[in-house]
């Protein structure tokens, strides 16, 4: 299996994570503040403004999985609500 990954090199961590963010529906300003949160919590808080093309296998899989943790919610008769899921990290 190849080890390719579905990142754009050129963003950073912070950037990758924010935009997955928002395209479930976040306003912008949350999804930076989540963002920030979430790289914390998975250890990546010192390197989020790095390049993910200069990251580790390990480190994109790290931001790779943040940025799966974006889950589409369905209410019936409410249509679907698109939030992102992000450990709760205490400020």
Known sequence: MPEGDSVLPEL???QFTTLAAELCGLP????IARSHQVLHYVG??????????SFSTGM?????GVGGELAVESSPGEG??????????PA
């Open 44 to 53: 990546l808080g010192e390197a989020r403004y790095r390049r993910l093309g």
């Open 60 to 64: 994109r899989q790290r931001v790779t």
């Open 12 to 14: 950073t961590a912070l």
């Open 28 to 31: 912008r300003a949350e999804a």
């Open 80 to 89: 679907t609500a698109i939030s992102a899921i992000v450990p709760a990290v």
